[in-house]
């Protein structure tokens, strides 16, 4: 079964600096999708990042970009410039592209962001 | 276009009491996910749902059930309650399941508190 680990449980980044969050993850599928979800206080789950893992380049969206080593399963989140509205918890999320492939999401970070 | 939208928002009811749930998908999108979300097991998948038709499955006992609509609005109803159903119940959709896009948008989810 595919499972997807976040080791940090939380982090925290001063104001305009960069993090990265870790996430990898475990699956013999060679076809899949992987996602970063970024989920405020409000709790309103938004999609920050989404990375195919057919493609070689690294997503980019904004300030966020992410670190995809498909041979290593790993697949981490870079937020650049980082601004205050970034705090909140972020999940890293696989599927598969088989059917009744369930969306699977690590633990979560926890994102604080220092004025 | 209008977002996911579940109602109700919050929720209080008694063990042994039952309830349902309801989720309105984007505009266009026909797939709905229901995920539960608890502090101890983080986010699980309940359902998914695609045409009217149950496609995939949690690890869920089978007091959780759902039913999806031919508009794609999405129920799910959780019977005989118990204390450890209390959590956030999310609702996210996408456009259809494929082998292209697994992009999924989530609703602002349910608050169930059980006493």
């Known amino acids: 079964a595919q499972t997807v680990t976040q080791s940090q449980p939380e982090m925290s980044v001063q104001e305009a600096e960069t993090v990265t969050l870790s996430c990898t993850y475990d699956t013999s599928e060679s076809d899949y999708y992987l996602f970063w979800y970024k989920q405020p206080p409000s709790r309103q789950m938004i999609l920050v990042i989404r990375q195919e893992a057919y493609k070689q380049q690294n997503a980019t969206e904004n300030r966020f970009s992410v670190n995809f080593q498909k041979a290593a399963k790993s697949f981490s989140l870079k937020i650049s410039d980082s601004q205050l509205g970034d705090a909140a918890m972020y999940f890293c999320?696989?599927?598969?592209?088989?059917?009744?492939?369930?969306?699977?999401f690590g633990a979560g970070t926890r994102l604080t962001v220092k004025p | 276009k209008a977002g996911v939208t579940q109602t109700p928002r919050y929720l209080i009811k008694t063990r042994g009491q039952q309830v349902t749930l309801s989720c309105s998908p984007i505009?266009?999108?026909?797939?709905v996910s229901w995920y539960q979300q608890t502090p101890g097991q983080g986010l699980q998948f309940l359902f998914e749902?695609?045409?009217?038709?149950?496609?995939n499955k949690g690890n869920f006992p089978g007091r959780f059930s759902g039913r999806q609509f031919s508009n794609s609005r999405s129920e799910m109803n959780v019977s005989t309650l118990e204390l450890g159903d209390s959590a956030l119940y999310l609702c996210?959709?996408?456009?259809?399941?494929?082998?292209?896009?697994?992009?999924?948008?989530f609703g602002p989810g349910t608050r169930l508190t059980v006493t």
């Open positions: 999320a696989y599927r598969g592209t088989y059917n009744n492939n369930d969306m699977r």
């Open positions: 996210a959709s996408s456009l259809e399941p494929g082998l292209y896009i697994y992009e999924q948008y």
């Open positions: 749902y695609f045409s009217e038709t149950q496609r």
């Open positions: 505009s266009g999108h026909r797939s």
